[in-house]
Nanobody
């Protein structure tokens, strides 16, 4: 079992920044790829970014590329999402996810992740 706890969400104005954190506990040695997803009201959960256990590969969709940065501290079992130049359309609940699949592959589908955090709300006001 792996437990994930997100933090760092909040209310920010357009153009502002937030740094989300996700602390993992439990069988963290079996966690390989971690990711951030987000879900806005009435919408599906969308992929945001992923990072493998060696931290050498990241993946962003076009809308986030250049504004968001995913990083990972394996010693602290924590993954981060630095979000800059935030827009109202970034408003959502942000979820951290962990995959136990061995390897360095990056996954973009929610079904490829085994554990999820409870989510942290990010609200960007216009």
């Amino acid at each position: 079992q792996v437990q994930l706890v997100e933090s760092g969400g909040g209310l920010v104005q357009t153009g502002g920044s937030l740094r989300l954190s996700c602390a993992a506990s439990g069988r963290t040695s079996s966690v390989y790829t971690m990711a951030w997803f987000r879900q806005a009201p009435g919408k599906e959960r969308d992929f945001v970014a992923a990072i493998n256990w060696i931290g050498e590969s990241t993946y962003f969709t076009d809308s986030e590329k250049g504004r968001f940065t995913i990083s990972r501290d394996n010693a602290k079992n924590t993954v981060y999402l630095q979000m800059n130049s935030l827009k109202p359309e970034d408003t959502a609940v942000y979820y951290c996810a962990a995959s136990m699949r061995f390897g360095i592959s990056l996954y973009i589908r929610a079904s490829q992740y085994d554990y999820w955090g409870q989510g942290t709300q990010v609200t960007v006001s216009s």
